[in-house]
């Protein structure tokens, strides 16, 4: 026994052993506030709201009435079933949509299923350019291609230097552009009841337009760029969020995390269908109610609403498209260029610099400004964005189908392979897109 004068004697005999250090662990990182909870699947849904998806709505509004309004209500759950699958893939393997494809695809799938996504997402990319340019020109005057060009460059810059986090930070805040046509629709006069009656009661004419437009909204919501996107995301969430790993290899993390993605999924494909639904009833009461069912555009839309529903309503309907076509390029041409590089091998993903994924940045400058150079054609805009529904509606049945069996194998996935609940919905909603697809074919 030993110590200093004053010191209480300490028998060592009688002293336990100091406890062994506990086994390193892999811990859950803390839930996150609200901001953070909401992410890829927000980000996803707000970006279906794209120029090109407001003009379809406008279309379907301005042709129909309240007719359509059902379609909102009958898509979400597999909206939601389809990109929650996205991302549970992203998050449990670690690797995208298109990396898991390589694995267990034979590669001349995989690279025509790329390839047509990278030419709709192009043309894509084209149409909506053109279409915040043609909303800013009414608003402001000035050249139509200069906007174009100076969109393009601005959103390739964005992504190529600004680091992910806070360029992530900005998409979400883009997100409340989409609620400008919340207000356009208390702006005008609206019969409620009567859309209420028709979002439950679904009416639809056996006709040709009417089933080309029904076509058109489901391959605007249900979209092969929202799944590579969102499965992308899930995996930048890993690299960025501190402790956070795939759950393969950290499956202590899987009930936050699921928890995390069902309500970012969940959430972000409402606020899509809500806010699409309200571009339907402000087109409903102003331009159907008055006999105006001609609308090929977004710009067409907004320039229609002016002397119905005022300077005001146009302005903040025309602004819109602008803030959207902000949030929806950039996740256009990432998910085109996240296909690309998980098929080549290379390195992805907007977390990386510069310097170390250069082919994946090139491939969403190469993308982006071939986009815009469409606008400088003769193409036909309204004729492209047909192609891009159908090339996108043939696409979407084979990667949801293989995204399922790969969603369902234990060798992938662990144990985590899909609830049959959320695995029926998804069969479903391939079903629905498989049955879309052939009336594109049917209506051509």
């Known amino acids: 026994m030993t110590g200093a004068p004053g010191d209480p004697i300490v028998d060592p005999a009688l002293t336990p052993p100091a406890a062994p250090n506990p086994p390193a662990a892999v811990k859950p990182p803390p839930r996150p506030p609200l901001l953070g909870v909401l992410g890829p699947g927000l980000i996803t849904g707000a970006s279906d709201d794209d120029p090109s998806g ?5 279309q379907a509004g301005a042709q129909f009435g309240y007719g359509l309004t059902w379609i909102m209500l009958f898509s979400w759950p597999l909206m939601c079933a389809i990109q929650e699958i996205s991302a549970r893939i992203g998050r449990v393997t670690g690797r995208g949509v298109a990396g898991n494809l390589k694995q267990h695809y034979p590669r001349s799938v995989l690279y025509a299923l790329v390839g047509l996504l990278l030419v709709a997402n192009t043309i894509n990319l084209g149409a909506d350019l053109g279409a915040m340019a043609a909303a800013i020109e009414l608003v402001v005057g000035g050249p139509h291609l200069l906007y174009v060009v100076l969109f393009a460059v601005v959103t390739v810059l964005l992504e190529t230097l ?32 009567t859309v209420a009656s028709s979002l439950v009661v679904p ?8 089933l080309t437009v029904v076509v058109a909204i489901l391959g605007t919501t249900i979209s092969p760029y929202l799944f590579f996107w969102q499965a992308e995301e899930e995996v930048e969430e890993v690299k960025e969020r501190a402790g956070a790993r795939p759950l393969v290899r950290a499956p202590d993390q899987a009930p936050a995390e699921f928890g995390r993605i069902r309500w970012d999924t969940y959430l972000g494909m ?19 109610a008055r006999g105006i069912t001609d609308i090929q555009t977004s710009a067409q839309a907004a320039e229609a609403l002016r002397p119905i529903a005022g300077e005001f309503a146009f302005v903040v309907f025309a602004l819109g498209i602008v803030g959207t076509g902000l949030l929806a390029v950039p996740v256009l041409a990432s998910s085109a260029a996240y296909a690309v590089g998980e098929a080549a091998g290379i390195h992805v993903g907007l977390a990386r610099k510069l310097g170390r994924a250069k082919g994946f940045y090139a491939t969403i400058a190469v993308a982006t400004l071939i986009g815009a150079l469409l606008n400088f054609t003769p193409l036909d805009p309204i004729k492209a964005l047909f192609w ?10 084979p990667i949801m189908a ?11 996935m662990g144990d985590f392979v899909l609830p049959p609940i959320l695995n029926g919905v998804g069969w479903v909603a391939t079903a629905v897109m498989t049955l879309a697809a052939a009336g594109m074919f049917a209506t051509m």
Request: aromatic share 10%.
């Open 162 to 193: 600004v680091r992910y986090a806070r360029y992530v930070a900005v998409l979400k805040w883009l997100t409340l552009s989409l609620f400008a046509y919340v207000g356009v629709a208390f702006i005008v006069d609206v019969p409620w009841a």
């Open 388 to 397: 891009t529904a159908v090339i996108n509606g043939v696409v979407a049945v």
């Open 270 to 288: 409402g606020i899509s269908n809500l806010i699409a639904l309200f571009i339907v009833v402000t087109t409903a009461a102003t331009l159907n």
């Open 203 to 210: 009416h639809l004419a056996l006709d040709r337009n009417a």
């Open 402 to 412: 293989m995204m399922l069996l790969i969603a369902s194998r234990r060798d992938v």
């Open 54 to 58: 407001i003009a379809t709505y406008s």
